[in-house]
């Protein structure tokens, strides 16, 4: 079964995507608003360079996606999803740091039953 209406995109895919990007920001350091990622020294970097140490929401997960098939969907599937359960406020809202894990956690809990596992 496609995800959504995404053809290729499965939502076993998405809670992968989701489970990825809220390991990585268990640590809040590793988290920031925007940009999509920086380094170090705080200069923005594209959340695929090997020298990211914080991303955004939208930057970890294009960091996740990249190398699987299909990235670019299966980015902005990830993303519809979580603006779907949020009611539009992951792209009209300057969510905090406790809301996205949040977010990430009610979305990882609502494909995992739908996944029945």
Known sequence: MAFFGWNDIYPS????????VRDLFSKPERWNYFPFAVNALENEVIPTDPAA????????????????PYPDYL????????????????FRAK????DEMILLDLGIEHLTKELKL
């Open 13 to 20: 895919q998405v809670l992968v995507i989701l489970k990825q």
């Open 75 to 90: 980015a902005c599937a990830a993303r519809d999803f979580l603006n779907d359960i949020s009611n539009g406020h992951f």
């Open 53 to 68: 140490v914080k991303w955004s929401l939208t930057g970890a997960i294009e960091k996740f996606a990249t190398g699987s």
């Open 95 to 98: 969510l905090s740091y406790e």
